[in-house]
């Protein structure tokens, strides 16, 4: 399992490293993982024919704000795990 803050995504929010296997090899642009069959893209959890396509390191939807298929499947860790007392308030000193 591979855990980072985010995962980079080309223009078409389609991940350039497949978070479950670490594929980068994506033939024709394909929405999917040749190699393990998951999505490329950080969907949200929300209801069926509804889905949105998130950033690499969305959490939760950032239009209905749901999981978002990273997140729910451990790839991102939660904001209050591990040592990010320290890095949230640091981001929230940024003046943007
Ligand atoms: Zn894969
Ligand atoms: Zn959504």
Known sequence: ?????????????RVKVCPYC????FPNQTPDCPACGHSRR???LGKSGS?????????????CGNKT????????KAWDT????????AKEELPF
């Not at 670490?22 to 090899?25: L, Q, R, V």
């Not at 298929?69 to 991102?76: E, M």
């Open 1 to 13: 399992m591979i855990y980072a803050d985010d995962f980079p995504m080309d223009p078409k929010r």
């Open 22 to 25: 670490g594929n980068t090899n």
């Open 42 to 44: 950080n969907l949200c």
């Open 51 to 63: 889905l949105h396509e998130n950033d690499g390191n969305a959490r939760y939807c950032a239009v």
């Open 69 to 76: 298929r990273f997140f729910a499947d451990g790839l991102l």
């Open 82 to 89: 591990g040592d990010a007392s320290s890095s949230v308030s």
